[in-house]
């Protein structure tokens, strides 16, 4: 690669790396304000804290990267505009290495991105939904009184009868009101605490579910012998996504085994393989705005960091009122930036501008 094109990376990655340092910092403070009172509930110690929100930082890091890398870039450009040294590289000819640095730093990022949607994230997202197993199971298994409510998490009650042998529960009562919509129940005269393929489970015996939703309306099954993931008693209504918690490979190895993916399967895919165009997307959009030298000694109307952010929204805004196949509803936002970029670099290279010659006298 060229010298040129080597520095430039350096300079989009220096300025990239700070500014995603210090979002992900606040964010995980946030992460960890937010999950203090589940972990306070749950009487756990201050690794559980950090550790679990540790483990929701990657799914917030892909969402800030590209965001983050647009407008590192266009800090980078900026600090080069300052100094005249945007002005040597159009002045030099050197825009081929200008091109060059901001391509390989797209392309690096895009891999990086891609690597951690489709592979660091399922498993942080896998590694989480354990964790929060074990905690359930041990507060089931191990801190419950008898005869006594307990609180697993905010809007999750517990109490039992008591216990027999070796960890054998008796009259077993378990009330769930965290969807507004459906408040479910669960009775049975025993349980126990144990393990299949897919993590910890709670065994209930001779006992039956309850629904009773927003309009009051009621059912009840009865059943003999009922499994229940003891992730579904640690996590927010609706928060357990099987497919988050499975790489991009393993989706597409079940896909095989069932001739054919479901539509969950073709969104998860599709939003995965759509974080790298987005990467794409928004260093070239910046690039066009932000690499071209200009004689203006203050600082434009409107700060091309917001410019950033704002093409950011305005693609996840167009995903999200757009309706079609999911290949279409995940890639037409990056895919509409991406074509703006190229619109408005062929623009400043004086490709759509009308030539005219002049007449002969």
Request: glycine share 10%.
């Amino acid at each position: 690669m060229h010298r040129l094109s080597l520095y430039l990376v350096r300079l989009f990655t220096r300025q990239t790396l700070a500014l995603l340092g210090v979002m992900l910092g606040l964010l995980f403070l946030v992460q960890c304000l937010k999950i203090f009172d589940l972990i306070a509930v749950q009487g756990q110690d201050l690794w559980t804290l950090f550790g679990q929100a540790l483990l929701t930082m990657p799914v917030l890091g892909i969402v800030l990267a590209y965001v983050c890398m647009g407008i590192g870039l266009v800090r980078a450009l900026g600090n080069l505009q300052a100094t005249q040294e945007l002005h040597i590289i159009h002045a030099n000819h050197q825009l081929g290495g200008l091109a060059a640095g901001i391509a390989m730093f797209a392309t690096i990022g895009a891999v990086i991105v891609l690597f951690f949607s489709n592979f660091v994230q399922p498993w942080a997202s896998h590694s989480l939904d354990n964790w929060s197993a074990s905690i359930a199971a041990d507060v089931v298994g191990r801190t419950l009184t008898p005869h006594r409510f307990s609180e697993v998490i905010p809007g999750v009650s517990i109490v039992i009868g008591g216990r027999e042998g070796t960890g054998d529960i008796t009259n077993f009562f378990a009330d769930d009101n965290r969807d507004p919509a459906m408040r479910r129940t669960f009775i049975a005269k025993s349980a126990k605490v144990g393990t299949d393929q897919d993590g910890y489970v709670l065994e209930l015996h001779d006992g039956s579910l309850q629904y009773l939703s927003k309009d009051k309306d009621f059912s009840q099954v009865s059943f003999k012998t009922y499994n229940v993931a003891l992730g579904k008693f640690t996590q927010a209504a609706g928060g357990n996504d099987d497919l988050m918690s499975r790489t991009t490979p393993e989706i597409m190895a079940d896909a095989q085994g069932r001739d054919g993916f479901t539509l969950d399967m073709q969104r998860t895919v599709y939003d995965r393989l759509a974080q790298g165009v987005r990467v794409f997307a928004m260093c070239i959009f910046m690039g066009a705005l932000a690499g071209f030298p200009h004689a203006r000694r203050g600082r434009n109307w409107v700060p091309l960091e917001l410019v950033a952010l704002g093409a950011a929204y305005a693609a996840t805004g167009i995903n999200a009122n757009i309706s079609g196949p999911a290949f279409v509803t995940n890639f037409t936002g990056p895919i509409v930036v991406l074509v703006a970029g190229v619109l408005i670099l062929a623009w400043r290279l004086r490709l759509l501008q009308p030539r005219f010659r002049a007449r002969p006298a």
